[in-house]
């Protein structure tokens, strides 16, 4: 460059404003020798000489720093934010209001009702109170996921929500089999005997529910290792093999007994009719009613479990949580149909219904007779 080399004769200080502009505009130059700060391509030249690099480097250098304070200047692109609360879990918060709604109405009357202390409500109660904490285990699920997050409320939240349903699933295996005692000795189930049973499988199925509960709490989880989750954390692989496992052997034992049931009834209802010289049609309608609401108990307990139990065996936590939610949600509303199935049907619990909502018990519903397909 000309300045290169060169010496350049001496010159009077520019004005006061001139160096003022020139500090502003180069602010770079106020580290070099009051005799160079006269001109921007004078200092530029002389850094190309301090530095001792050739100018085509230099500029290559330069170009890449001009690159890189544009793109520092250009925004990132942020990620898109997630949603404050996922709306699954609003609707798992839902079902469960709705879960402990409806069953402390059934918990309420046949605990206020001493007449309700028969072996079949005890154990219509144990499904209510199942289904209640169920439904509580949901609700407690969802505010500590949004407010109070740690390892110690998931493990006793998921302990809860395992042991209710667990319960829950229990509780309708006992009553299975307390009707099918009811029709197999009909003559002997009223009997001391019977609600010794009753007491019996009301301890062994919390028990054992309790004990399930209990696992993740006392170590059987996966959060110090990720890789042995199941579709719900924190559960693990082999916890939900477990619990899917047990489902499928009480689902074919509940369809075992349903059977015999359903012909049991098929034969009472062929004997009433012969005593009483019923028509045949009659002994029909019967025993298809029968048929019909032992399909619709089985096909409703199957509908609602059965998605999320395969799911549990196949997946792990490596699968979409859509997957999980979308096959979770139908097994809760098993919960929501339980009451209505075996309380809210029921003449007794009908009966209390109505002395408690308007003190009085309707006259058709006093006079109904129980048939053998109210099974």
Avoid at 343 to 369: D, H, M, T, W
Wanted: some cysteine.
């Amino acid at each position: 460059m000309q300045w290169v080399g060169r010496s350049r004769p001496q010159e009077t200080g520019p004005p006061r404003e001139t160096q003022e502009r020139t500090r502003s505009h180069a602010p770079r130059v106020r580290f070099l020798c009051p005799a160079q700060r006269t001109g921007v391509k004078m200092n530029e030249d002389l850094k190309v000489n301090v530095s001792g690099l050739p100018r085509d480097s230099v500029d290559a250098a330069a170009s890449e720093n001009v690159s890189a304070a544009a793109s520092s200047q250009v925004p990132a692109v942020q990620p898109e934010p997630e949603l404050a609360v996922n709306p699954w879990d609003i609707v798992l918060c839902s079902s469960g209001t709705l879960i402990s709604c409806e069953n402390a109405i059934v918990v309420l009357v046949i605990f206020h009702n001493p007449s309700l202390r028969a072996p079949m409500f005890l154990l219509i109660g144990s499904l209510a109170l199942a289904d209640l904490l169920a439904g509580l285990g949901l609700i407690i699920n969802f505010v500590f996921a949004y407010l109070l997050q740690s390892d110690a409320t998931k493990l006793v939240t998921i302990g809860l929500i395992v042991a209710s349903f667990s319960a829950s699933v229990c509780s309708l295996l006992a009553i299975t089999v307390d009707r099918y005692l009811s029709l197999y000795y009909a003559l002997t189930y009223h009997s001391e005997r019977t609600v010794t049973f009753t007491y019996a499988m009301l301890v062994v199925l919390w028990g054992t529910s309790i004990c399930l509960g209990l696992l993740p709490v006392l170590g059987w989880n996966c959060l110090r290792d990720e890789s042995t989750c199941s579709v719900v954390r924190p559960l693990t692989k082999n916890n939900a093999a477990i619990l899917s496992v047990s489902f499928l052997f009480m689902f074919a034992l509940m369809l075992q007994l349903y059977v015999q049931i359903c012909k049991i009834v098929m034969r009472h209802a062929h004997q009433i009719a012969l005593q009483h010289h019923f028509l045949a049609t009659s002994h029909y309608v019967t025993t298809r009613k029968g048929v019909s609401t032992l399909a619709i108990i089985l096909g409703t307990f199957a509908a609602c479990w059965m998605p999320f139990t395969l799911y549990s065996l196949i997946a792990d936590y490596t699968y979409p949580s859509i997957y999980t939610y979308a096959t979770l949600l139908p097994a809760t509303y098993n919960s929501i149909i339980n009451p209505v199935i075996y309380a809210f049907r029921n003449q007794e619990i009908q009966k209390a219904l109505c002395l408690v909502c308007c003190g009085c018990i309707p006259s058709a519903l006093s006079q109904r007779a129980r048939s053998p397909s109210d099974v």
